[in-house]
């Protein structure tokens, strides 16, 4: 667990915010920092030139050349900032702050049995929330939330908690997706699924996403190539009516 | 006996091949966002050994590298707008995509192990992913930050290394290590510290 001061302490932090070795509620108290000064920024910048230091250049085999320019042709490139529809839009960085907002307010949603005895932690980080971590938070205190839960092909357990448009997914036990692959949520809405963005890694065995928009449709998950696909490319382990 | 500078001395300091000139990699990455596909070519040529560098260098497995190289490669392109040559160079920029990549994939492999492991006796566990110090000497052949590492002391240098080629927290290094967290974290920054200064990065 953090220390209070964590925040205080993110300064001290960008070193090892730079070599990627801080957890998850310490990488937001340093991203925090870095939104608000740019002097923080400045010195990861340094930092991160430090840590590419590191880097040896190396030819990589040539097949790779081919491999990334065939998908470059056909992958469009993002925005500058701001909306991004797929996942693989969106850089390393961003899901992940994004979910380990999730996971820091959905971690109440294992500990509870019955929908209407759901109690939201009152969590330091909910103050900063942005919308999307506010929303689970909102949906683990709904009365009306519901419960539905599937076992997973191949081991495991999903659930899906179902407030007003949204959905919280919830995996716990599933199989790693394996060198090259990931696991894909999909929004399945008149049998057409629309690519809900990948399932973050587990964390001590439970991985959770928010899936706006998905109540009333069937959220699947299914093996996908590392990053993600546009349609879906392999038959869903598990599909839940929500 | 004088050394003759145009042969082979000693100590070869081996420097990086100079193909392309940094700022070239930082503009052909600017022109091809918005651009034509194509224009990603020498964007690739000029960036994909650093990504594939770094991967070798945290991964080891050659096969897991270039699978990590295509997938920062791509996302280099899809993300090219957001590159912002006033705070990285190109390289820093790949460097950094690819070792966030390169760590994710370590940890998720630990994570399996781990798990595997937990059916197993326990006394048989084998950490997959030590840090072996001849082999790290081996690693940063030719690394800009090799010759600056001297200027850390071997705590420090041992904190830095096990973080960065072990893919390891500051908390997990700590466990490792047998020290206290505070201590690892300091360890961790002053030895960046003196890299900074010893590379002089430093933006004024």
């Known amino acids: 667990m953090p220390d209070d001061d964590t925040t205080r302490d993110a300064w001290d932090l960008l070193p090892a915010y730079a070599l990627d070795a801080v957890d998850d509620l310490e990488r937001r108290a340093v991203e925090r920092l870095l939104e608000s000064d740019p002097d923080a920024r400045r010195a990861l910048d340094e930092y991160l030139d430090v840590v590419a230091a590191f880097a040896v250049e190396q030819e990589p085999p040539a097949h790779v050349r081919d491999a ?93 908690l179902v407030s007003g448009d949204d959905v919280l997914v919830s995996a716990e036990g599933m199989p790693a997706p394996g060198e090259g692959h990931d696991w894909q949520l999909w929004v399945v809405a008149d049998g057409a699924p629309v690519s809900a963005g990948l399932m973050p890694a587990a964390s001590g065995g439970v991985s959770r996403a928010l899936v706006e928009g998905g109540a009333g449709h069937v959220v699947a998950v299914t093996l996908e190539p590392a990053g993600g696909s546009d349609q879906p490319t392999t038959d869903p382990v598990v599909a839940i009516e929500s | 006996m004088a050394i003759d500078p145009a042969g082979p001395v000693g100590h070869t300091v081996q420097v990086p091949p100079a193909t392309t000139p940094p700022r070239s990699a930082d503009a052909a990455l600017v022109a091809c966002v918005g651009a034509d596909p194509v224009t990603f070519g020498p964007v690739y040529d000029a960036l994909a050994p650093v990504a594939y560098g770094v991967s070798v260098g945290v991964l080891r497995d050659p096969d897991h590298a270039a699978e990590v190289t295509q997938e920062v490669m791509v996302e280099v392109w899809q993300t090219a707008a ?89 908390r997990e290094v700590a466990e490792r290590l047998g020290a206290a967290l505070p201590t690892v974290k300091s360890r961790i920054r002053d030895g960046l510290g003196r890299l900074r200064d010893c590379l002089g990065v430093a933006r004024a």
């Open chain 2, 82 to 170: 957001r590159f912002d040559p006033a705070r990285a160079s190109a390289r820093t920029w790949v460097a950094t995509l690819a070792r966030r990549r390169a760590v994710d994939r370590v940890r998720a492999e630990q994570a399996r192990r781990d798990r595997d492991q937990r059916d197993l006796d326990a006394s048989t566990a084998t950490p997959v992913h030590d840090v072996v110090a001849e082999d790290v000497e081996r690693r940063l052949e030719g690394a800009a930050v090799r010759r600056c590492l001297d200027s850390l002391t071997a705590t420090q240098r041992e904190a830095v290394v096990e973080a960065y080629y072990g893919g390891r927290t500051y």
């Open chain 1, 68 to 160: 990334v320019l065939a998908r470059v042709a056909r992958t469009p490139q993002a925005a500058a900032r701001g909306t991004t529809t797929g996942v693989s839009a969106t850089p390393a960085a961003r899901p992940r702050r994004r979910w380990g907002l999730v996971a820091a307010a959905a971690a109440a949603v294992v500990a509870v049995a019955v929908p209407t005895t759901i109690a939201v932690q009152e969590h330091r980080e909910t103050v900063r929330l942005e919308a999307q971590a506010d929303r689970v938070a909102q949906m683990l205190a709904d009365p009306d939330a519901r419960l539905v839960t599937s076992p997973v092909e191949g081991g495991g357990e999903a659930t899906a």
